[in-house]
């Protein structure tokens, strides 16, 4: 069945939106130190505000007022950023001053596809994505399977030829892309395709960014986590889902905060820890009725409860 779920559309927001940029803009925000005792850390998946229409620099603002450690932007606003006049340079500056690092980037470079003139075209996309990574400091981008996620029959062998090459452009630009599991996708769903495909690469950097929904959505066992060496996963998309609609019809608006659904998120996060993951979980929300709400106090509700997710799984 094809399936066309996508994190790309967006509401008309508010104008709520501007008073609480003002305020941010106007607030000096101490860096936070993560303590040593803490397991993981904690960033900020601009989509979780997507519905406001926040540019940039503001997103940053509410991610370093709410708490955060890191954010996660997405390389369309980026973009949009730039072509507004806006400065990459005094973006990164900014980011330093509010100890917020860039821990990955949300970008969409069709790198898989089988079509050889549209894969030479994803990489060159994917080489833009991953410079405006590396201006604003971030070190790590997206490699979703776009292009293929109605394709059934996808070769993982050419896969994973690919992914490499996608490795070999991010080492010459310093920017690491991270195979990412799809759930709605016919292709790369699973984590053993995911796991499959970063193991024949052969490449030193090859590693996985993984995703509550996306497991869950794409009919993988949380089970499956004590396979993945967490060494090889830096950022972990969080969130939680209900139990109605079932995995079939479930989508990405469905998405709930941490704690707020049915997703057995103790196990998960005991997994990868046990496995070796100490890297960052990244808030990624869709919810539309969370698009209607104040930036800054949704934002630090995720945190909360992201935190109280990870109390509540006794790591340690």
């Given at each position: 069945?094809?399936k066309k779920?996508?994190?790309?559309q967006a509401l008309?927001?508010?104008?709520l939106a501007?008073?609480?940029?003002?305020?941010a803009?106007?607030?000096?925000v101490?860096?936070?130190?993560?303590?040593?005792?803490e397991?993981f850390?904690?960033?900020?998946n601009t989509?979780?505000?997507r519905?406001?229409?926040?540019?940039?620099?503001?997103q940053i603002?509410?991610t370093?007022?709410?708490?955060?450690?890191?954010?996660?932007p997405w390389i369309?606003d980026?973009q949009?950023?730039?072509?507004n006049?806006?400065?990459?340079?005094?973006?990164?500056d900014r980011l330093?001053?509010?100890?917020?690092?860039v821990?990955?980037a949300?970008?969409?470079?069709n790198?898989?596809?089988?079509?050889?003139?549209?894969?030479?075209?994803?990489?060159?996309?994917a080489?833009h994505?991953m410079?405006l990574?590396?201006a604003l400091g971030?070190?790590?981008?997206?490699?979703?399977?776009?292009?293929a996620t109605?394709?059934?029959?996808?070769d993982l062998?050419?896969?994973?030829?690919r992914y490499r090459?996608l490795?070999?452009?991010?080492?010459?630009e310093?920017?690491?892309?991270?195979?990412?599991?799809?759930?709605?996708?016919?292709?790369?769903?699973?984590?053993?395709?995911?796991m499959?495909v970063?193991t024949e690469c052969?490449?030193p950097d090859?590693?996985?960014l993984?995703d509550?929904?996306h497991?869950y959505k794409g009919?993988?066992?949380f089970?499956?986590?004590?396979?993945?060496?967490g060494?090889?996963v830096h950022?972990?998309?969080?969130?939680?889902?209900?139990?109605?609609p079932?995995r079939d019809k479930i989508?990405?608006?469905d998405?709930?905060?941490m704690?707020?659904g049915?997703a057995?998120?103790?196990?998960?996060?005991r997994?990868?820890?046990?496995s070796g993951?100490?890297g960052?979980?990244?808030?990624?929300l869709f919810?539309?009725?969370?698009?209607?709400?104040?930036?800054l106090?949704?934002?630090r509700t995720g945190?909360?409860?992201?935190?109280?997710?990870v109390?509540?799984?006794?790591?340690?």
């Amino acid at each position: 069945m094809e399936k066309k779920i996508h994190r790309r559309q967006a509401l008309t927001a508010g104008g709520l939106a501007a008073a609480v940029a003002m305020s941010a803009r106007l607030t000096k925000v101490p860096a936070r130190q993560r303590e040593a005792r803490e397991p993981f850390g904690y960033c900020f998946n601009t989509s979780t505000i997507r519905g406001q229409k926040l540019p940039l620099d503001e997103q940053i603002e509410v991610t370093a007022k709410a708490g955060y450690d890191a954010i996660e932007p997405w390389i369309r606003d980026v973009q949009a950023f730039v072509d507004n006049g806006g400065d990459l340079e005094k973006v990164h500056d900014r980011l330093r001053e509010l100890g917020v690092t860039v821990e990955s980037a949300i970008g969409f470079a069709n790198w898989i596809v089988d079509d050889d003139d549209k894969r030479a075209e994803g990489l060159e996309t994917a080489r833009h994505d991953m410079k405006l990574v590396k201006a604003l400091g971030g070190n790590r981008i997206a490699a979703p399977p776009v292009g293929a996620t109605n394709q059934s029959d996808l070769d993982l062998g050419q896969a994973a030829v690919r992914y490499r090459k996608l490795l070999e452009l991010g080492a010459e630009e310093g920017v690491t892309p991270q195979l990412e599991l799809w759930g709605f996708s016919q292709s790369l769903h699973l984590l053993g395709e995911l796991m499959y495909v970063a193991t024949e690469c052969g490449h030193p950097d090859a590693c996985l960014l993984l995703d509550i929904y996306h497991i869950y959505k794409g009919g993988s066992d949380f089970e499956g986590l004590k396979w993945v060496p967490g060494s090889r996963v830096h950022v972990l998309h969080v969130n939680d889902y209900p139990a109605d609609p079932p995995r079939d019809k479930i989508g990405d608006a469905d998405r709930v905060h941490m704690g707020d659904g049915v997703a057995p998120t103790s196990t998960i996060l005991r997994r990868l820890y046990q496995s070796g993951f100490r890297g960052m979980l990244s808030l990624e929300l869709f919810n539309r009725s969370y698009w209607e709400q104040d930036p800054l106090e949704l934002a630090r509700t995720g945190l909360a409860k992201m935190r109280a997710a990870v109390q509540s799984a006794r790591i340690g």
